[in-house]
C-alpha cells in the first residue's frame, strides 16, 4: 500500500470515529448540576438532518451538488460532527473545435457522489441567531459518468479518474435550521485525469474553493 493511501485511510478512518464524540459532547453541562425546569431542548435537537448543497469553482470549470447531510449536535454545543452522501455535476466549457462546439457556452463535463465527513468547533456568536464556527473535512468522491463529448475528444484515456480524495478545512456560520460554508478543497488524489475543458490539466490542479448550504428539516 503507498504511503498517501494509507494517510488517506487513516484519516478518513480517524474522522469518522470522532463523530461520536459530537453526540457525546451535547451531554455537557446536562450531566452535572440541577436541570432548569422551565429549559426545553425540544426546539434544538441533538440529531437534525437536512438537504446538503455545494458550489465548487475552478478557473474554467464548476461543479454544483445535492445531497442530504446528518449533524450531531445542538447549536449551544461546541462540538458538531457532520456526514453526509452528495451527488455532484461538473461543468465546462465545450473543448472541442470552433466548428463542433455546442451553442451554449457549457455542457455536462461528469458527475460524480462524493461522501463528505466534518468535524466543527462552534466558538462564538456573531448575532442573536448565528454562531461562528471553524472545522475540517474529508470527502471520498466515485465516478458516475462522463460526458461523450469527452470520451469522444480524449480517445486515449477517460478524462475522469474512478475515485478522489480531498481534505477540506472550513469555517461557516450556523442557525438552528441553516448552515452556511466557505471550504478550501485539497485533493490528494484528484477526480480529473485529463483537462475538462481543453485549456487547463485539471489533473494536476489539486485544490479548489466553494461554499456548501445546509438546510435542516
Not at 458550489?55 to 450531531?72: E, H, P, R, T, V
Not at 475515485?163 to 480529473?192: C, Q
Request: a positive charge; hydrophobic letters at 35%; aromatic letters at 14%.
Amino acid at each position: 500500500m503507498k504511503r498517501t493511501d494509507f494517510f488517506e485511510r487513516s484519516f478518513l478512518v480517524m474522522l469518522v470515529a470522532c463523530l461520536p464524540l459530537a453526540a457525546m459532547a451535547q451531554w455537557r453541562g446536562e450531566s452535572g448540576g440541577k436541570k432548569d425546569k422551565n429549559t426545553s431542548h425540544n426546539d434544538d435537537p441533538m440529531v437534525t438532518a437536512g438537504i446538503y448543497h455545494t458550489g465548487d469553482f475552478y478557473k474554467s470549470a464548476a461543479g454544483f451538488g445535492l445531497g442530504l447531510m446528518l449533524n450531531a449536535g445542538r447549536t449551544s454545543n461546541i462540538l458538531n460532527g457532520c456526514v453526509g452522501v452528495e451527488y455532484i455535476e461538473y461543468l465546462s466549457g465545450d473543448p472541442r473545435p470552433e466548428d463542433e462546439r455546442s451553442k451554449l457556452p457549457v455542457i455536462g463535463a461528469g458527475g460524480q457522489i462524493v461522501v463528505p465527513a466534518i468535524l466543527k468547533l462552534q466558538l462564538f456568536r456573531t448575532s442573536k441567531w448565528t454562531k461562528f464556527w471553524i472545522g475540517c473535512g474529508v470527502e471520498a468522491g466515485f465516478k458516475v459518468y462522463e460526458s461523450k463529448t469527452l470520451k469522444d475528444y480524449y480517445p486515449n484515456g477517460e478524462a475522469f479518474n474512478k475515485n478522489s480524495f480531498a481534505i477540506m478545512p472550513l469555517i461557516g456560520w450556523r442557525m438552528r435550521n441553516v448552515d452556511f460554508g466557505i471550504y478550501y478543497k485539497h485533493y490528494t488524489k484528484s477526480p480529473f485525469n485529463h483537462s475538462i475543458d481543453g485549456h487547463k490539466d485539471l489533473g494536476k490542479d489539486k485544490a479548489r474553493i466553494g461554499y456548501h448550504l445546509t438546510c435542516y428539516f
